[in-house]
Nanobody, 127 residues
Framework: QVYVTETGGGSVQAGGSLTLSCEIL????????MGWFRRVGGKEREGVAS???????NYVDSVKGRFTISQDGAKNILYLQMNSLKPEDTAMYYC?????????????????????WGKGTLVNISS
């Protein structure tokens, strides 16, 4: 069984920074696409950033230049460094993983391309 766990959410003022982490356990993988998504209220989950096993990264336009997706050396921990945070970044952030790289890692990042999900971590940005 694959376990996906996000941590690092919290409350900060606008202009501040947070780093989210996502640990993926329970399986080994070589080809993959991993991504960060966010959801506000009852809206659809939005793809924020992705990284694949070839090292390609993609970002939604609203976070380009502010957010950075990365991994640890073992590739089972995914990070999202978020700088210059804005109130509109407030959301529940989710980590998603496709551990066979089915081909959905190109923008726009869609949640149907992911097979495994964490329960999310809440980010709240105050003005």
């Amino acid at each position: 069984q694959v376990y996906v766990t996000e941590t690092g959410g919290g409350s900060v003022q606008a202009g501040g920074s947070l780093t989210l982490s996502c640990e993926i356990l329970g399986t080994t993988f070589t080809r993959y696409c991993m991504g960060w998504f966010r959801r506000v209220g009852g809206k659809e989950r939005e793809g924020v950033a992705s990284i694949d096993s070839d090292g390609n990264t993609n970002y939604v336009d609203s976070v380009k230049g502010r957010f950075t997706i990365s991994q640890d050396g073992a590739k089972n921990i995914l990070y999202l460094q978020m700088n210059s945070l804005k109130p509109e970044d407030t959301a529940m952030y989710y980590c998603g993983a496709d551990l066979v790289m089915r081909g959905y890692c190109t923008p726009p990042l869609e949640d149907y391309g992911m097979d495994y999900w964490g329960k999310g971590t809440l980010v709240n940005i105050s003005s």
